[in-house]
């Protein structure tokens, strides 16, 4: 497995509270071409963590401490032009609510022009031409990129933050829960499309979600966070049947199964706090 | 057999869509397309379906918040459709609503207190001692305290405020309960906790869910009974195994294909 990104000791804190770790020493790898899934509750950090990489932390927050080695260059502390330059080319990102991160008063096609202009310089037909391309990569007609996204479906709409996620070819996809919002057939839709475009392009995505029947279906490998820190990592095989944790278990088992014949258990976390301190 | 409670007969409902350039047109989309269902006395009957499939649409008009076309609503053998406003009211009492946003369903400037009891007082049920006492101990049921009267709905979490508003529906002693997708905008670890807190409730206070969902997972758990909404219709209806183990139309197989991680989490 060749490394695309290694994340080392990342600690994200409030910029007025530096003893409060809303991250804490969080350390993974992602190897390219593979889907490394960050699972966790509201809270537990994860959706920072994805920020943290991309260098698009709040100005209230500070990354306190860590390397983000993303093709063996550290990410952190590299000015925002160089930042720029990776962002939306080699990294591609998606985030949870298609509804709002498309402006309503561009079309489709101009909102995907974008990135192509920016990065790669195209224009006339070539820009055209490459607009219809993504759109039909992920199930749009070409003719769509002339709508306006309230035309669009949530479903429809998150295959176009994807197409522009992905125009540049980047090697790695960051998703933050991309599906949460979504119905379900819709979702199983989207998932099908990233684990093909996964395959097609050898891209890699760190995938963020609370769901674990999400994490089933595409993850290679697994990250469970809970309160900042990382409680278990490995395979998504491992994680699933062989959690060791007792977070990751309790996690997994207030996920209602599609069988119905295991009993619905919410997290006691009194119990989880104690287990800590002893 | 047990009693029936609540039964839907023939319910229809169009909206008018503006359609065409700059919207001069109109097309009239069916929302509820002769629509009939029973819930049991006690029971739980699932509606599931897609966005725009009508499931909403059907929860609404059950409980008479938007007028029907036609068909009629038997509550306790009486048509709800056609009762008149202070009858329609009294009514009302025994027929809540839970909301799927907690954060937009309770109102931001009225304290806990007064959101769960305002139901008490429009209703006029019982002395002022006696509907505060009701309050805080719908509250604490919920897994609230008495000191959260006097706080506003922005001081708790999502899962909290899905108490306030279980809360706020049940201290009024319904007999019927309508859910509309009460737990898809909560965290799988408070999912289950609002989940099981909704069955105890239901065994404790004999009530009757309407549980309407997109979730099947979360159907599995909670329905005795399901039934498929798609594109305005009832497609399909029955026991909860028998739409799980061996569903008849190819859409309910679509949908239940579409849970994510099936297969893999069924080991």
Redesign the interface.
Known sequence: MTELLRIEGLTVTPQNAPDKLLVNNVSFTLGSGKTTCVVGESGSGKSLTALSVMGLLSSQLRLAQGKVIFQGQDLVGISNDALRKIRGGRIGMIFQEPMTSLNPVLTIGKQISETLIVHQGLRGQALKARIAALLEQVGIPAGRASSYPDELSGGQRQRVMIAMSIACEPVMLIADEPTTALDVTVQAQILALLNKLKTRMNMAMLFITHDFGVVADIADDVVVMFRGEIVESGPVAEVLHNPQHPYTQALLACVPDADGKRPLKPIDYAWLNEGAAA | MSEIILSARHLTKSYKQRSGRFGLGTTLVKALDDVSLDLKQGSTLAVVG??GSGKSTLARCLLQLLPLDGGEVLFQGQDLAKLSGPALREQRRFLQMVFQDPFASLNPRMRVGQIVGEGLLIHQLGTQEERHDKVVRMLQRVGLSEADMQKYPHQFS?GQRQRIGIARALVLEPRVVVCDEPVSAL???????I??LLKELQQEMALSYLFIS?????V??IADEVAVMYQGKLIEQGS?ESI?DAPAQEYTR??????????????
């Open positions: 897609e966005s999502g965290d799988v670890s408070i999912q289950a906790q989940l099981l997109h979730d099947l997972r979360v599995r758990h909860v799980y679509n949908l239940l294909q579409s849970i994510p991680g099936r297969r893999a989490l069924a080991a």
